[in-house]
């Protein structure tokens, strides 16, 4: 029987994250909802397991044509036996380097030199963002921001407020990750997975994550495997104590249970020696939420020790100040 719950999540992924950004998407999404039979073998899964996103990039990296419903409807039926492993041994590791743009105002401004540690890094290429070049459009400017030793290979685009530009790349000594699946940024595998998450008709974000993943693969980051509440205090542990510590993650605990997520959120409240940097949707950390004057609409939301300072674009794309 057919769960109208997976067909009202792919609906909703459709007419609100997928609209506007990937038509393919979109269609998909909106083609899924109304299939009896897609639906069915997708509510096979483990619910954290019936995404969108994770379904589509598994399809993907197995060679799914980007056309049409039907035809996407074709292959994945006569593949699902593929497919579903794939699903079952994946996770959204999105390593979108685009977001280091909207962590950078907030970054730059702290008194450094930093050691970063970054929850959910997958292949770790958000700890490279002192590696990487900027160009923030104010609307009536484009302001640049490169490294010391000139433009980088990988370049970050992002509409700004001019009040929240950030005033220089931060000096970072010491950088580490936690991740459940560390991903390698030199293994051809994880390069196409990756791959496969950017949505379809994201050209730009693939070329950038292509960039990035050189810049990592030379210089690989330590991504220390575990869950981040078990793994983090021991993480911090490990940073050079005469370095500002900033814990931060992008997109992650919108994925990890809610009594795990408070339990996170809890040990940052207990550490005055870190800076807590988060970047999730609106729903996601409660204490950041109640603090909030408007929704976000769409935006994630950028706060530093649960204090809301900017709605962001959720691939870096935007940064709007909300501190007053």
């Known amino acids: 029987m057919t769960d109208h719950r997976v ?3 792919y609906r909703r992924f459709a007419e609100r994250e997928a609209r506007g950004v990937s038509a393919m998407y979109e269609r998909w999404a909106l083609g899924v909802a109304d299939d009896p039979a897609v639906l069915d073998r997708i509510g096979t899964l483990p619910g954290i397991k019936q995404q969108p996103n994770l379904v589509f990039a598994a399809a993907r990296f197995l060679g799914a044509a980007e056309g049409s419903y039907d035809e996407f409807r074709t292959w994945l039926l006569e593949h699902w036996g593929s497919v579903a492993p794939v699903v079952l041994a994946r996770s959204t590791q999105t390593n979108e380097a685009g977001r280091c743009a909207v962590l950078l105002p907030v970054l730059s401004r702290i008194e450094g030199p930093l050691a970063l540690i970054e929850v959910g890094a997958s292949a770790g290429l958000c700890l490279f963002l002192d590696r990487y070049s900027y160009r923030y459009d104010t609307g ?7 490294p010391a030793d000139g433009p980088s ?10 009040g929240s530009v950030p005033v220089q790349l931060p000096d970072v000594r010491w950088r580490a990750g936690i991740d459940l699946t560390p991903l390698a940024p030199g293994d051809h595998a994880t390069r196409e997975w990756l791959r496969a998450l950017v949505w379809p008709e994201h050209d730009e974000r693939r070329r950038r994550l292509d960039a990035a993943l050189d810049v ?6 330590t991504v220390l495997r575990g869950d981040l509440v078990e793994s983090i205090d ?3 542990a490990q940073a050079p104590a005469d370095l ?16 795990r997520r408070e339990e996170f959120a809890r040990r940052m409240r207990c550490r ?13 950390l409660p204490r950041v939420t109640q603090r909030l004057e408007r929704p976000s609409r769409g935006r994630t939301v950028l706060a530093v020790d649960e204090r809301p300072v900017a709605f962001v674009g959720p691939h870096g794309q935007s940064y709007e100040s909300i501190e007053p």
């Open 7 to 9: 067909a009202d999540h």
């Open 140 to 146: 009536a400017d484009v302001i640049p921001i490169d």
């Open 153 to 162: 290979t990988v370049t970050i685009q992002c509409r700004i407020d001019a």
């Open 216 to 221: 990592a693969a030379a210089d690989p980051p």
């Open 234 to 236: 021991r993480l911090i």
């Open 244 to 259: 500002s510590l900033v814990v931060f993650h992008s997109s992650v605990l919108v994925y990890v249970a809610e009594p």
């Open 272 to 284: 005055p020696d870190v800076t807590w940097v988060s970047n999730e949707g609106e729903p996601v």
